[in-house]
Each structure stands twice: as structure tokens, then as C-alpha cells.
DNA sequence: CATCCTTTGAAGTCG
DNA sequence: CGACTTCAAAGGATG
């Protein structure tokens, strides 16, 4: 549940200088309603999460009361709509089963898991949204899924896992971007943010070659076509997976069967039954590993390129498999709402700033997650509690003990707000560079 | 090269 | 049960 703030909201206020340059920063025109509704936020908070299970969205007129200027939503809404109708377009007319360009790229069409509606009868956007991005990586067993990408269904797409192939010369993202950062970023938003792919010098949205649909997954020789990260507006440092796939990933110990069975419990009658039962041969060579599933053989964060060398050089892994068998893999924690948050906007405010440590630019974002409205919180809040869910079922017998001491972290001797040394530049520089920042907007 | 920094939130441990 | 700790992401800084 979201901590509260016990001294209404100043809890930003870590050390003086953040404390501020808090009345000072961005989103003045946010500042006014903030003083008065950030206690308000916070109270609410803890309520979103049931709150979204019961009834994905509050009150309308509290919102409008709230929120007025959080109008521009609808016009993005809007546009996610159209993404709905396209993507439910093409889906209809096969588009997505059909012509696997990206065929590493399936979009897990599974509905919402189990709120998919907004309170007006909408589809909730991150309802949609939220599989489609789960498994960025899934469905890459190996070489031959990319040669044999013309095949309509092919037997490698596992349907273990509803899957979604992308229509020929359709950008992956552009019928699937379901609920944008438009809101947050109604300029023009930074290549890699965007479901576009912009010219960099005229900023002009443009057909994306397939060459550069995937600056973060450089293919393997031989392969297909580059494959774009359907979360690429989420995670568009790197590119990488939600969670990282590991070496020699795809006989990761997830059980196909445990994914079924969990799975299914996701599909909606929407999906056929084809969608769901994986052909058994397919089982060994997509035994798609949630990307949470880290090997400890490797750092826990993999580049891309070890990533498509885990991809496509999956039985020619240089980890013996028993030894792979002995360790068990790390699982990440699923993303909270904030990680989901800051996945989605550092690259906007890194865009936007010179600044690249990501301390300073967590520091920012802190800051803009506290003057997110309540319903922007709470998509991401929902997004968090489907992340939740979805990992508890990929992985029931998980824990976060498992991972708890793992990192054996140095503990911190001192308190937050001593100065312990080497905490000097952050301390007292950092707050300038986002100072800075903050005046620039 | 491992760890720190920094943020929030979830979930763990401990008294 | 409350307080505290750890880990999720990120990447530059630091030792």
C-alpha cells in the first residue's frame, strides 16, 4: 500500500534544499492545487488499489473537481481509442496473427485481469496495455522464428500465452499504444518515447524502417528484420525487458504447464483456444521464461546484446545446463507503481534535461509523481497491481524473501538525512541539478 | 567492478 | 502491530 505522508507530503523533503525547491519547481500551475490536495492524494492512495479492483475509476465529478485541467486525458484517451479500434481492426481482420514481422514481438493480448472498464464502459487503457508489455521478449526462441517469420501461425509461437503477431510494415506499437505518456508529455515526445518513430531533425513522424525499429536488440545474423519493444515507450533507456530474460532463458523453470494453467485463468473467451494450448513441440523452444526470471549466472542486468545472444544462441548457452538447473534463477520483484512510473518517464526527463544520473532524475520524478493527479496515479497503481498478479501467477511459489539479502547490500549506517561520506555530491549538488531542471520548465 | 545515490511502494524481518 | 529493511529501475559517481 502507498506509504502515507505523515507530515502531508513532505516527505520529498528528505533534506532541506529538496524541501525548497519543491514550492519552486515545475508544474506551477499544478503547485496551487497541490498544497491543498497532496494530503488529499496521499489519503487516497492507499485506497486506489481496491479501490480500481471495485471500481476502476472514481468519481467523475471529484475528478472533474480535482482535476480540471486533466482534460487533455480525454483528447489522448481519444487517440488511445483509436489505437483500440485499430488494434481490435486489425486483430479482427488477422492483421496481428498474421505476417509475423516482429515475430519477437507478440503482443499478449490478454485482457484486463480483472477490471477492464473504466467507469464510462471503456476499456481501460492500461488494461490493455499492461500484457502487451509483460513479456516483451517472449515468443524469441531462436533463429527460426525470425526465418520463419512469413508463417501465419507459425508452430514456434507458443500459445502458451495468447500471442499477437504484428501486421506487415505496422509499426508494433502504433495500434497497441493503449495508454500513452501524452498526457505527460504533450510536446513532442522523445523518439523512443513515442509510438513513432520521429525523424530526429525534422521530428516528423515517419515510417519506421524495420532496421530501426529495435535499437536494443541487435539481431543475431541471418535474422529477420529488427524486432521493436512493444514497451519501448516504457522502457526506452535500454530497451530492455521488463524483466531480463536470461542466458539459455527458454528452459527457464517455468513450467509451461503452470503458465497454462495460469494463463488461461487471464484469457478472456476473447481468445480463442487455439491462443492458449501450445503445441506441445513448441514447448521446449518457447518455454518463454517470464522476463523476471534473471539467471544468476549472469548480472541482472543483461544488455541487449546479451539478450538476443541468450535469444538466438539459446543451445549453444556457455552455462552447462545442470549448472544452470542448480541455480535458481532470480526473479525479480514486480514493478510498484512508481518503477512503473519512472520506467515510463525517465527517458522524458532525461530528454529533457541534461541531466543523466539517475538519482537526480529520480528526484524529479519523485517530485512529478507526487503532482500526478489520482487518476494518473492510480493507472499506474492498477498497472502495478496487474503486475502483481500476473507475477504471482507466473510464479506462485515466488517470494520477495527469496530475493530479500540477496543483494548483500551495504547497509546504510547512517540515517537519511546524516551525511555519511560519499553522499557529499548527491547531498549538495544533486538538488541544484534538479533545481536547475525544475527552472527550466 | 561492486556499490552508492535517489525515488516510491511492496513485502519482508524483527522486536 | 509498528518500525525498519530490502529490492525493484536507472546510470553516473565513487572507492
Redesign the pocket.
Known amino acids: 500500500?502507498?506509504?502515507l505522508n505523515g507530515g502531508g507530503g513532505d516527505?520529498?523533503g528528505?533534506?532541506d534544499e529538496?524541501i525548497s525547491f519543491k514550492d519552486e519547481g515545475e508544474q506551477e500551475e499544478k503547485i496551487s492545487e497541490n498544497v491543498s490536495a497532496e494530503r488529499d492524494l496521499d489519503d487516497v492512495?492507499?485506497s486506489l488499489?481496491n479501490e480500481s479492483e471495485n471500481n476502476s475509476s472514481s468519481s467523475d465529478s471529484e475528478q472533474a473537481e480535482r482535476r480540471p485541467q486533466t482534460r487533455p486525458d480525454s483528447e489522448s484517451y481519444e487517440k488511445t481509442r483509436d489505437y483500440f479500434s485499430e488494434a481490435l481492426r486489425r486483430q479482427q481482420d488477422g492483421g496481428f496473427f498474421k505476417s509475423p514481422h516482429y515475430p519477437g514481438y507478440p503482443f499478449l493480448m490478454i485482457p484486463d485481469l480483472s477490471n477492464p472498464y473504466l467507469s464510462n464502459g471503456s476499456l481501460s487503457p492500461s488494461a490493455r496495455t499492461y500484457l502487451q508489455m509483460k513479456w516483451p521478449l517472449l515468443d524469441v526462441p531462436g533463429s527460426a522464428a525470425l526465418k520463419d517469420s512469413r508463417s501465419p501461425t507459425p508452430g514456434h509461437l507458443s500459445n502458451k500465452v495468447p500471442v499477437v503477431q504484428h501486421a506487415h510494415h505496422v509499426h508494433p506499437l502504433t495500434p497497441l499504444i493503449t495508454y500513452s505518456n501524452e498526457h505527460f508529455s504533450p510536446g513532442t515526445p522523445p523518439s523512443h518515447l513515442s509510438p513513432e518513430i520521429l525523424d530526429p531533425k525534422t521530428g516528423i513522424p515517419r515510417t519506421p524502417h524495420p532496421s530501426e525499429l529495435s535499437p536494443y536488440y541487435p539481431l543475431s545474423p541471418g535474422a529477420v528484420g529488427s524486432i521493436a519493444h512493444p514497451l519501448g515507450w516504457l522502457?526506452p533507456?535500454?530497451g530492455?525487458p521488463?524483466?531480463?530474460i536470461p542466458p539459455g532463458g527458454f528452459r527457464h523453470p517455468y513450467p509451461a504447464l503452470a503458465m497454462n494453467a495460469s494463463m488461461s485463468s487471464l484469457v478472456s473467451s476473447r481468445f480463442s483456444p487455439h491462443m492458449v494450448t501450445p503445441p506441445p513441440h513448441s514447448l521446449h523452444q518457447t518455454g518463454i521464461p517470464h522476463p523476471?526470471i534473471v539467471s544468476p549466472a549472469i548480472?541482472?542486468?543483461p544488455s541487449g546484446d546479451n539478450i538476443m545472444f541468450a535469444i538466438f544462441c539459446d543451445r549453444k548457452s556457455p552455462i552447462p545446463p545442470k549448472k544452470e538447473e542448480d541455480k535458481k534463477p532470480?526473479?525479480?520483484?514486480?514493478?510498484?507503481?512508481?518503477?512503473l512510473y519512472?520506467?515510463e518517464m525517465?527517458a522524458k526527463v532525461?530528454a529533457e534535461c541534461t541531466l543523466?544520473?539517475?538519482?537526480?532524475?529520480?528526484?524529479i520524478?519523485?517530485?512529478r509523481?507526487?503532482s500526478l493527479s489520482r487518476e494518473e496515479?492510480a493507472k499506474y497503481?492498477e498497472l502495478?497491481?496487474k503486475e502483481?498478479q500476473l507475477h504471482?501467477q507466473l510464479y506462485p511459489g515466488w517470494?520477495?524473501?527469496?530475493?530479500?539479502?540477496?543483494?548483500?547490500?551495504?547497509?546504510?549506517e547512517?540515517k537519511?538525512d546524516s551525511k555519511?561520506?560519499?553522499?557529499?555530491?548527491?547531498?549538495f549538488r544533486?538538488p541544484l541539478f534538479v533545481l536547475e531542471y525544475e527552472r527550466k520548465l
Open positions: 500500500m502507498p506509504q516527505d520529498l528528505a533534506n529538496m492512495k492507499s488499489v522502457m533507456q535500454q530492455q521488463m524483466y531480463s523476471a548480472k541482472q542486468e532470480h526473479i525479480k520483484k514486480p514493478l510498484n507503481a512508481f518503477m519512472m520506467k525517465r532525461v543523466k544520473e539517475s538519482a537526480a532524475i529520480n528526484q520524478l519523485g517530485r509523481w507526487h496515479q497503481y502495478a497491481r502483481r504471482s517470494s520477495a524473501r527469496d530475493n530479500y539479502g540477496k543483494r548483500k547490500k551495504r547497509k546504510r547512517n537519511p555519511p561520506e560519499g553522499k557529499g555530491f548527491y547531498t544533486q
